[in-house]
DNA sequence: TTCCATGATTGCCC
DNA sequence: GGGCAATCATGGAA
């Protein structure tokens, strides 16, 4: 046993003190047998170091013979130990990373908008919110929003081809690579525990390319987002039909121009915009009739005259002509 | 192009 | 949180 190390280092392999080789040696050899294997192993060596001098075919011979030869098992063993405690610790130190944020932020913001995850029914949140924020105008909004839709639709579907083709492509190259590496470990010291980190090695490849396209598919639904909001965002004029139908409620109440949450929710859907506009018109009506009743005073009239006529107590509608009350009066104590 | 009307936003108050 | 007041920004008529 005293000649093993310098056997080793004679054929440039350093395997002192590995006790797999020692041990598997040593099973139940002593004596003349211990020496013999230790020949093997030295022929092994002998026959892995020439092997690139050979032929093609008689590389491919010797490969098998080695293959087959009664001491590859230990002295795969032990390479594989060898590459473990060396290059492989030092990769397995950088394998422990903990869940990207940045990831983990793309993922939440796709979930967030719908186009990772279940398809939310035919829309997104950011959608919903932009509506309820910015408030609907009839036909129009209905339009605007189906394009919207449309076009995150078509986003999802970009975003879930790619995903898809991506872990198409990441099973198949896996698979590859984990045949050609088992392939080789029949005659390199590849032990599965490598292959695994391999796979895993691949994975993250494959996660940094699905993070850019995370990346992408969030920027294209920040950029529909924000042209979406954008236009949304330009003043319309509510249509003639609501304005009479806002202008007749608040002369009609002009003593409490203040709608209760019920009564802006009917107007609201009577004008076919939301309860915001409606609180926003009472609010701006409010304030530039009081700022000027003179020049409001011929609309109140007229309202004042069609309420008159279409009402069936006239008297509840007669002279109410007046500054509208502060939201502190007596009637806003009843809401 | 200008000017007024008007819907929306913001900051403050109660 | 709702309302007021000031202000912004845009639509639309002249």
Same mark, same amino acid.
């Given at each position: ?19 797999g080789?020692? =041990? ?5 050899t ?11 192993i030295g ?18 011979? @010797? ?42 932020r ?16 035919g ?12 408030g ?20 999802? =579907? ?82 003639? =039909? ?7 409620y ?37 304030? @530039? ?47």
């Amino acid at each position: 046993m005293d000649e093993q190390p310098r056997l080793m280092h004679s054929h440039g392999v350093g395997m002192a003190g590995h006790p797999g080789l020692a =041990q598997h040696m040593q099973d139940g050899t002593a004596g003349t047998d211990g020496e013999g294997r230790k020949q093997d192993i030295g022929d092994i060596l002998q026959q892995i170091m020439t092997i690139t001098d050979q032929s093609l075919d008689e590389a491919q011979a @010797r490969k098998h013979a080695l293959n087959c030869h009664r001491m590859k098992p230990a002295l795969f063993n032990v390479l594989c130990e060898i590459k473990e405690k060396t290059v492989l610790s030092i990769r397995g130190a950088q394998e422990e990373e903990p869940p990207d944020p940045q990831l983990m932020r793309l993922d939440n913001m796709l979930l967030a908008e719908g186009v990772a995850g279940p398809e939310k029914g035919g829309g997104s949140a950011a959608a919903a919110a932009a509506a309820a924020a910015t408030g609907g105008i009839g036909a129009d909004n209905s339009a605007e929003h189906s394009d919207y839709r449309a076009k995150l639709s078509q986003i999802r =579907q970009i975003y879930h081809t790619e995903l898809e083709k991506y872990e198409q492509a990441c099973n198949e190259f896996t698979t590859h690579v984990m045949n050609l590496l088992r392939e080789q470990s029949r005659t390199r010291p590849i032990s599965p525990k490598e292959i695994e980190r391999m796979v895993s090695i691949i994975h993250r490849k494959f996660s940094s390319i699905q993070m850019q396209l995370k990346q992408s598919t969030c920027e294209a639904v920040m950029i529909l987002r924000s042209r979406f909001l954008d236009a949304r965002r330009k003043r319309r004029n509510f249509n003639k =039909q609501a304005t009479e139908i806002l202008n007749e409620y608040f002369y009609s109440h002009l003593s409490n121009p203040y709608p209760s949450e019920e009564a802006k929710e009917e107007l609201a859907k009577k004008c076919s915009i939301t309860v915001s506009q409606v609180s926003n018109w009472f609010g701006n009506k409010r304030i @530039r009739y009081k700022k000027n009743i003179g020049k409001f005073q011929e609309e109140a009239n007229m309202y004042a005259a069609r309420t008159a006529v279409s009402a069936t107590s006239v008297s509840a509608h007669g002279s109410q002509a007046n500054s509208p009350s502060t939201p502190n009066s007596a009637d806003r104590r009843t809401r």
